[in-house]
């Protein structure tokens, strides 16, 4: 899983960055035009308890990339050119799997806001726009492109080709009211055609509102005013404060719990944070756990067996005959697999069995 992490220039972008990936991106407001890309350990207690119960050779948890691209630069209206990236970032935000944007309300005189003012809203509806252009010129120019030429070729090219020039004909009025793809409720087979253009706005997007030390408090409320009104679909809000998540994670797991508490925080919102991207993308996570290691594994959620299999290996997926069963938790409890297997929780599943978040599954199959 791939999340590109956007926003203006002095939104702290980079510093989310740094924080979830232990990286050392530049900082500063200053909107350089180096990617960033760091792979993010995905926290689960249910992980380190299998490790505890099995004593492995190795722990491996599933993983996150996360790629911080450049700001887009500025153009007079104040506005952010999403076209004006380089090259090389334009393609990592299209192969992003989804978008964590980063939206500023916090105070600081020494990185101005290069609108003079800070207005969580005004960005972040000024970025979604050039969003929503970036991909309607695209959709535009390839539109064009069909209704002049789409009829040439073989049969099955110009079926290919209407196909698309309906779905673009439905996406293009959407993007032009500035709808972006995503709200526009594309069916299975509609999202398919146009596939390969990886559309901006058809990404699920987490909006992280980066707000002060001072504003923690009243972080809840500030999310809050930012969500009313703001109904685009496949998009989750949350809040943190990037300096402060920085600073804590410099320190060690004792003093940094204290630290928290003086501030109020519940735990890490950098967990929080990972936790939301998957939960953005529909993930969830299966195991294997024996004495070489105990493993975690993202797949979509509503996967069957088979896909569970092709996750750990293709020879896997073809040659399967079932899966072996358990709930982590039902395996944690009763402390084996053979007193699961003796209480009726572990279980043979058939390539049909849709996998739950948790399970804990062995894979028999053919050679």
């Known amino acids: 899983m791939q999340v590109a992490i956007v926003g203006l220039a002095g939104s702290g972008k980079s510093t989310v960055f740094n924080t979830l990936t232990g990286g050392h991106a530049e900082t500063g407001g200053f909107g ?99 969003l929503v252009l970036a991909d309607l010129a695209v959709a535009e120019k390839r539109l064009e492109k069909l209704r002049t030429t789409g009829r040439h070729g073989t049969p099955t090219e110009r079926e290919a080709n209407e196909r698309e020039q309906v779905v673009l004909e439905r996406i293009v009025p959407g993007l032009g009211a500035g709808r972006p793809i995503r709200d526009l409720g594309l069916e299975d087979d509609e999202a398919k055609v146009v596939r390969g253009y990886r559309f901006l706005t058809e990404k699920p997007v987490l909006i992280l509102v980066n707000v002060g030390e001072a504003d923690l408090p009243a972080a809840a409320g500030t999310v809050a005013e930012l969500m009313a009104g703001y109904e685009h679909r496949e998009t989750l809000f949350d809040a943190l404060s990037a300096r402060i998540e920085m600073e804590v994670g410099e320190l060690d797991e004792e003093s940094a719990a204290i630290f928290r508490e003086e501030l109020g925080l519940a735990g890490s919102s950098l967990d929080r944070v990972i936790r939301l991207s998957y939960r953005l993308l529909g993930l969830i996570s299966f195991f294997t756990a024996g004495p070489d290691e105990t493993r975690a594994w993202t797949i979509h959620d509503g996967d069957d067996a088979v896909a569970a299999a092709a996750a750990i290996h293709t020879d896997l997926a073809h040659g399967f005959i079932r899966a072996e069963v358990v709930l982590c938790e039902d395996l944690l409890t009763l402390g084996s697999m053979a007193e699961a297997r003796r209480h009726g929780k572990l279980r043979s599943e058939g390539k049909t069995y849709r996998v739950r978040d948790g399970d804990v599954i062995e894979i028999l199959f053919n050679v």
Request: net charge negative; aromatic share 4%; charged share 25%.
């Open 32 to 130: 350089g035009l180096t990617v960033n890309v760091g792979v993010v350990k995905v926290p689960d207690e249910r992980l380190s308890r299998l490790t505890e119960l099995f004593h492995p050779r190795r722990e491996v948890p599933a993983d996150v990339t996360y790629i911080d691209l450049p700001a887009p630069p500025s153009p007079s209206d104040g506005g952010a050119g999403a076209n004006d990236l380089p090259a090389d970032a334009l393609a990592r935000l299209r192969n992003a799997d989804a978008l964590l944007h980063v939206v500023r309300a916090f105070e600081n005189p020494a990185v101005p806001h290069a609108a003079g003012t800070v207005d969580a809203r005004r960005d972040l509806e000024r970025f979604d726009v050039e």
